[in-house]
């Protein structure tokens, strides 16, 4: 700390020589000049303090959090910020008053007074600038900064170490609060998606309140069942049956997700799933068609002859929206054409048939396939005329 003044008597000293300025003055220059040099040098004690004491601080707070909660002090550091511009203003305009005096005789030399301003601004504002950038008392803001980009990035494993008693810490302390808070979001995020189909819960986060307005949709709805699977869950453990579901369910949701729709809900031994809900869907009739031909397929491939399941389709106009209450919601499909499809996959128990649909799947499909077979017209339950069935022939890849 003894350079600071020493450099300033030595400076001005200098200068003063230069001007002309006898012994007597030279010594009160001296004497302005260690003045101003201590006051400069006793604005950075606090923060050479700090940075002295800074890792073992950090060391000291770890990865607990130890020092978010701990009270902050006085001065802060605006208020160390505010005394060190003070203590700058003080020195720059007390060893401005010399040179002014020292040069008396400034009219006849223009050029001595400015070689000597330039010599005065390299020889304390450079440094004192160049300090200041590297000063420690600036390390937290370099680290917010850091931190920041990692968060950005998608890192939330690090923590700014909270080691400075003034605002600054209050800032840090709020930062990694904040990260904590969008890492619980993040694992919310994930949850939530896997617990409700990604469709829904993307246009969950990205519209909020909106989705839960009821929307009048044409969508396609898709019933799947397993066949006889009373008998299996009585001859085997609970943990069996629900491993069987499972591994049905590991086809049947990649295969819907992947043709565009959504799995509304999983019904006992069976599951709802919907095209052209949540989200739009222009071809909802052939994305159904595809995920239950596919789906037929990964069975049997899956579980030969283990396993039957039956898949009713049928399209018509739904709403889509919310019912529940209480702070229970749910997301569900309200209207004819989901009862219609539920009667249908019962149906293939009476036609033997995998997979069945209506004549208005038929219709909204952009082209007929091939090995459609008329089943003709069927009386359903809750319909008060017939329904025009149609199976797929099995051998049929759509």
Not at 75 to 90: E, H, K, N, R, Y
Not at 109 to 135: C, D, E, K, N, R
Not at 219 to 233: K, L, Q, S
């Amino acid at each position: 700390m003894a350079v600071v003044p020493a450099s300033v008597v030595v400076l001005i000293t200098v200068i003063a020589a230069i001007a002309g300025a006898g012994a007597s003055r030279l010594v009160q220059y001296g004497v302005l000049g260690f003045a101003a040099g201590i006051s400069t040098a006793l604005i950075g004690v606090h923060n050479m303090g700090e940075g002295a004491l800074r890792p073992v601080r950090a060391a000291l707070a770890g990865d607990s959090g130890i020092g978010d909660s701990l009270p902050r002090p006085r001065p802060t550091f605006a208020g160390w910020l505010a005394l060190s511009i003070v203590g700058s203003i003080f020195t720059f305009s007390a060893t401005a008053a010399m040179v002014a005096m020292a040069l008396d005789r400034g009219r006849d030399g223009p050029v001595l007074a400015v070689v000597i301003a330039s010599a005065l601004t390299l020889s304390i504002g450079v440094p004192i600038t160049v300090g200041a950038i590297l000063s420690p008392t600036f390390r937290p803001i370099r680290d917010l900064t850091e931190a920041t980009d990692r968060v950005a990035a998608g890192d939330y494993s690090q923590r700014l170490p909270v080691v400075q008693d003034d605002d600054l810490g209050v800032l840090a302390a709020s930062f990694n609060r904040m990260q904590a808070g969008l890492a619980e979001r993040r694992r919310l995020h994930a949850a939530f998606g896997t617990y409700v189909d990604p469709a829904l819960a993307a246009r969950l986060l990205e519209q909020g309140d909106d989705v839960f307005s009821g929307e009048r949709r044409e969508v396609t709805v898709m019933f799947i069942d397993i066949r006889d699977f009373t008998p299996f869950a009585e001859a085997n453990t609970a943990e069996d049956t629900v491993a069987r579901l499972n591994a049905l369910f590991e086809i049947v949701v990649p295969a819907v997700v992947e043709a565009g729709g959504h799995v509304n809900k999983f019904l006992g031994d069976g599951a709802l799933a919907v095209f052209g809900a949540p989200n739009d869907l222009p071809d909802h009739a052939d994305a159904a068609l595809r995920a239950a031909v596919l789906i037929h397929r990964l069975v049997g491939e899956r579980f030969g002859g283990e396993l039957r399941i039956g898949i009713g389709i049928n399209t018509g106009v739904v709403i889509a929206g919310t019912i529940g209450g209480g702070g229970k919601l749910e997301f569900t499909l309200i209207g004819d054409a989901v009862n219609v499809a539920a009667r249908v996959e019962q149906l293939t128990k009476t036609t033997g048939d995998t997979i069945l649909l209506t004549q208005q799947c038929i219709d909204a499909l952009a082209s007929r396939p091939t090995g459609l077979v008329d089943r003709g017209l069927h009386a359903l339950k809750g319909k008060s005329a017939g329904v025009q069935i149609f199976s797929l022939d099995e051998e049929t890849d759509a």
